[in-house]
């Protein structure tokens, strides 16, 4: 108790630095039951440390789309996008162009950790259906976006409607790609308060951190190895909950599951978190969440942008899609 005292006199304000106060506080942190202290829906406070999981490269090689899904100039905006954004529009897209290196920066490193042989291309969302009869790539990765969808040209969203609803290419669509692709589905874009966008434009409610989120359909392939019972892997204790760790970003959401697709994750503020259809000889997964960003803490100097933690699920469902989209070719 020496010790505890004397760590906690030297983090209280000089007013409180007395004996008879840090008894007490160490005697009330003592009497607070550890479910208390961490209203966890499972044990975390039985473990303290993450186990070391070695990541192998188990994939040869693969041709992977990469499609960026943000704006880039002014051409790129409706006519709502250039009225809203007016004098801004320039900063406003310069900024969007830095965000949207990050993003693909994000999946292309997925790709080559991952990857013995990568081969990734990177595109705009104008140019998908091009890109792909010149490429003719063997799976399709969507980055998330930033604006909302009524700022992008019509054209951009019917052609990509159009495009989705005929590729027999896997595809895999990150936070705003996973609400395009719902929306070209007949799924509605809503704010996670059941606004309409346009309606909050700023100020909404947000999720921007790591959270746990609920598997509803564990036997699907995506979430091979997730919870692997013999690598005794840092999850081991949430076996039974099925939940995965994962970064989100958004303040949007879709409101509800488009037909064709089936919900496989969900959360309490957002419940569509990632849904797949596997039916008229498609494979398309999405994530709400940001899968893709399980590598940027190795080698860089840390920003806003990068996390302390590794997204190790996101790392395994990102590898599974690659796997399950060679698989889906042969």
Not at 140 to 157: C, E
């Amino acid at each position: 108790m020496l010790e505890q005292t004397t760590l906690m006199e030297k983090t209280l304000p000089p007013n409180l630095q007395r004996p008879d106060v840090t008894k007490t506080l160490d005697r009330i942190a003592e009497e607070i039951p550890i479910d208390e202290a961490h209203p966890l829906p499972f044990p975390f406070n039985q473990r303290t440390f993450c186990r070391y999981e070695p990541i192998e490269k188990r994939i040869d090689k693969i041709r992977v789309l990469v499609v960026n899904d943000l704006l880039r100039d002014e051409n790129d905006l409706s006519e709502t996008g250039a009225k809203e954004l007016g004098k801004k529009a320039n900063s406003e897209l310069t900024r969007e162009r830095w965000i949207s290196g990050l993003a693909l920066e994000n999946i292309n490193n997925n790709i080559i950790r991952l990857v013995k042989k990568p081969d990734y291309k990177n595109v705009h969302l104008s140019e998908v259906t091009e890109a792909v009869k010149d490429y003719r790539p063997q799976a399709i990765v969507m980055s998330g976006t930033l604006r909302d969808f009524d700022f992008y040209k019509q054209k951009y969203l019917d052609d990509f409607s159009a495009f989705i609803h005929e590729t027999k290419i896997p595809v895999l669509g990150i936070c705003g790609a996973h609400q395009l692709i719902g929306q070209s589905f007949g799924a509605k874009i809503i704010t996670l308060d059941n606004l309409d966008p346009h309606l909050k434009r700023n100020n909404r409610v947000c999720e921007y951190q790591y959270r746990f989120i609920k598997i509803t359909d564990m036997s699907d392939p995506i979430f091979a190895g997730v919870n692997n019972e013999e690598d005794g892997t840092w999850q081991d204790y949430t076996k039974e909950a099925e939940i995965l760790r994962v970064w989100q970003n958004h303040g949007l959401q879709l409101d509800r599951v488009p037909t064709g697709f089936k919900l496989i994750v969900t959360s309490y503020l957002c419940k569509n978190q990632m849904m797949v259809k596997r039916s008229d000889g498609q494979m398309i997964y999405t994530v709400q969440y940001h899968l893709e960003k399980s590598f940027e803490d190795w080698s860089k100097n840390r920003t806003r942008w990068e996390h302390l933690n590794e997204s190790r699920d996101g790392r395994i469902i990102f590898e599974n899609f690659l796997r399950l989209a060679l698989e889906y070719q042969s």
